[in-house]
């Protein structure tokens, strides 16, 4: 396997042995300024490899509540995009926990497969006792026949409340231990999307047969992991990458996965239809309060880099030695200069109250070597969500710390920070949207600063 990342939205050249092509993107949550940017990528990748055969993977969570354009619409633009793409080639959608944002499931899945765009979930409905999709699907992919199974998570708490009391989620990895080998024996081909999140992967590999290709998702990560001759990929989230999958041969005849990602830059080449959609439907759907200038930046950060700055910010303003936020608490990065409600609520996706403790320095040295995860952290140290964090650059180990995090990773705590469980206890009065907000109007210190 072969893992090549492309900048800047150049197109890498093909392997010269390619059969076929499978883009793979998930947790894009209805990042619209880069929307009209993946669909005209699929264009100049179907330009570039005429007659190649070529199919759409989307590993769920397409659309985002938290986006005010997308939730007055009721995704207008998320739909429009699955039009879009399966007009192009065939398109799959895998259901995440964020499909069922402005419909309920039922309703969700009617109105994407309207679109031309193929469903699979193992999500069933509690009313019917019936899966809302199938959980598999069979595709050609030039002289292949290919498998797509799909499953999501079962974390019932990362799902809208009114759609909760219709779900009947399974364990992932008990559902994929019964299920997933009498799926993937019915093709040559197999893929399989999960939007369970790469701790419930790592336990389905030993499942999964050689020359698999293992899409994640629901972490928010990027990352590509060899898995034999197969591959495990994330493709990070707010459609930042795109991965292509290009399906080549091994000299016995089985399949090879050769694995690129590709940067959708924001001004990068963009669909002029989507463009003028996204373009009206904000015109539309924001109101003034949501483009009122609430900060500003000296330079654009990236999403991972605007992330951090606001964990500088809840140190700072907490008034402790490190500070720790989970990463889906994020989406979106920041602009340079002006930057309006609506693009702070893009980056900081939830408020919430503000959590301290105390530990000592060993243990936040272990907190802090988890924390900050990227494309090159080594898969042997991922877990799955991860905090992003601003802690000192020196610890004494005996030393005592006191350490803040919103109330998500309060409530969560062993899934964050681990065993023993910490005790943390509430600050009134501090939250994080506003602390937040301080990093870009109050002139705090940056990490890059520190």
Same mark, same amino acid.
């Given at each position: 396997?072969?893992? #090549?990342?492309?900048?800047?939205?150049?197109?890498?050249?093909? +392997?010269?042995?390619?059969?076929?092509?499978?883009?793979?993107?998930?947790?894009?949550?209805?990042?619209?300024?880069?929307?009209?940017?993946?669909?005209?990528?699929?264009?100049?990748?179907?330009?570039?490899?005429?007659?190649?055969?070529?199919?759409?993977?989307?590993?769920?969570?397409?659309?985002?509540?938290?986006?005010?354009?997308?939730?007055?619409?009721?995704?207008?633009?998320?739909?429009?995009?699955?039009?879009?793409?399966?007009?192009?080639?065939?398109?799959?959608?895998? *259901?995440?926990?964020?499909?069922?944002?402005?419909?309920?499931?039922?309703? $969700?899945?009617?109105?994407?497969?309207?679109?031309?765009?193929?469903?699979?979930?193992?999500?069933?409905?509690?009313?019917?006792?019936? +899966?809302?999709?199938?959980?598999?699907?069979?595709?050609?992919?030039?002289?292949?026949?290919?498998?797509?199974?799909?499953?999501?998570?079962?974390?019932?708490?990362?799902?809208? *409340?009114?759609?909760?009391?219709?779900?009947?989620?399974?364990? +992932?990895?008990?559902?994929?231990?019964?299920?997933?080998?009498?799926?993937?024996?019915?093709?040559?081909?197999?893929?399989?999307?999960?939007?369970?999140?790469?701790?419930?992967?790592?336990?389905?590999?030993?499942?999964?047969?050689?020359?698999?290709?293992?899409?994640?998702?629901?972490?928010?990560?990027?990352?590509?992991?060899?898995?034999?001759?197969?591959?495990?990929?994330?493709?990070?989230?707010?459609?930042?990458?795109? $991965? *292509?999958? !290009?399906?080549?041969?091994?000299?016995?005849?089985?399949?090879? !996965?050769?694995?690129?990602?590709?940067? &959708?830059?924001?001004?990068?080449?963009?669909?002029?239809?989507?463009?003028?959609?996204?373009?009206?439907?904000?015109?539309?759907?924001?109101?003034?309060?949501?483009?009122?200038?609430?900060?500003?930046?000296?330079?654009?950060?990236? +999403?991972?880099?605007?992330?951090?700055?606001?964990?500088?910010?809840?140190?700072?303003?907490?008034?402790?030695?490190?500070?720790?936020?989970?990463?889906?608490?994020?989406?979106?990065?920041?602009?340079?200069?002006?930057?309006?409600?609506?693009?702070?609520?893009?980056?900081?996706?939830?408020?919430?109250?503000?959590?301290?403790?105390?530990?000592?320095?060993?243990?936040?040295?272990?907190?802090?070597?988890?924390?900050?995860?990227?494309?090159?952290?080594?898969?042997?140290?991922?877990?799955?969500?991860?905090?992003?964090?601003?802690?000192?650059?020196?610890?004494?180990?005996?030393?005592? %710390?006191?350490?803040?995090?919103?109330?998500?990773?309060?409530?969560? $705590?062993?899934? %964050?920070?681990?065993?023993?469980?910490? #005790? !943390?206890?509430?600050?009134?009065?501090?939250? &994080?949207?506003?602390?937040?907000?301080?990093?870009?109007?109050?002139?705090?210190?940056?990490?890059?600063?520190?």
């Amino acid at each position: 396997m072969l893992w #090549l990342v492309v900048a800047g939205g150049r197109l890498a050249a093909a +392997p010269a042995d390619a059969g076929a092509l499978v883009l793979l993107i998930g947790d894009q949550h209805s990042a619209y300024e880069r929307t009209a940017q993946l669909v005209a990528t699929v264009d100049r990748l179907k330009a570039e490899n005429p007659g190649l055969p070529l199919a759409i993977l989307l590993n769920g969570d397409t659309q985002e509540y938290g986006n005010m354009v997308a939730r007055r619409s009721a995704g207008a633009v998320d739909f429009a995009m699955f039009a879009a793409l399966a007009a192009r080639a065939p398109t799959i959608l895998n *259901l995440g926990n964020h499909e069922p944002e402005f419909y309920d499931l039922e309703g $969700t899945v009617a109105r994407v497969q309207a679109t031309g765009v193929v469903v699979v979930s193992n999500i069933v409905n509690r009313a019917t006792g019936r +899966p809302f999709a199938p959980a598999s699907t069979q595709l050609k992919l030039g002289g292949d026949e290919a498998v797509i199974v799909g499953l999501t998570t079962d974390h019932l708490s990362t799902y809208r *409340l009114a759609v909760r009391p219709s779900l009947d989620l399974a364990d +992932p990895v008990v559902w994929a231990k019964q299920n997933l080998a009498g799926l993937l024996t019915t093709a040559t081909l197999k893929i399989i999307l999960s939007h369970a999140g790469l701790a419930a992967d790592r336990e389905m590999f030993p499942l999964v047969p050689d020359g698999t290709l293992f899409a994640g998702a629901h972490d928010h990560l990027r990352l590509v992991h060899p898995l034999g001759r197969g591959a495990y990929v994330h493709s990070g989230s707010w459609n930042e990458y795109l $991965t *292509l999958a !290009w399906l080549c041969r091994e000299a016995t005849g089985g399949p090879r !996965w050769v694995i690129q990602q590709l940067m &959708l830059p924001i001004d990068g080449p963009a669909d002029t239809g989507l463009t003028a959609l996204i373009k009206a439907t904000k015109a539309k759907y924001l109101l003034p309060e949501d483009t009122a200038v609430v900060g500003r930046t000296a330079a654009a950060f990236a +999403p991972a880099a605007a992330a951090r700055l606001v964990a500088c910010a809840l140190r700072q303003a907490a008034g402790v030695d490190a500070a720790f936020i989970g990463n889906t608490t994020f989406g979106a990065g920041l602009p340079a200069g002006a930057v309006t409600r609506s693009e702070f609520d893009a980056c900081v996706r939830f408020d919430g109250a503000i959590f301290t403790a105390e530990v000592d320095g060993a243990r936040l040295r272990q907190l802090l070597a988890k924390a900050n995860q990227g494309p090159e952290t080594p898969f042997e140290q991922r877990h799955g969500e991860f905090c992003f964090a601003d802690g000192p650059a020196t610890i004494d180990p005996i030393g005592r %710390y006191r350490i803040a995090t919103t109330d998500w990773g309060a409530r969560n $705590t062993r899934a %964050y920070f681990g065993e023993p469980a910490i #005790l !943390w206890r509430e600050q009134p009065g501090l939250r &994080l949207k506003p602390t937040a907000l301080g990093a870009l109007t109050g002139g705090l210190a940056t990490p890059q600063d520190k």
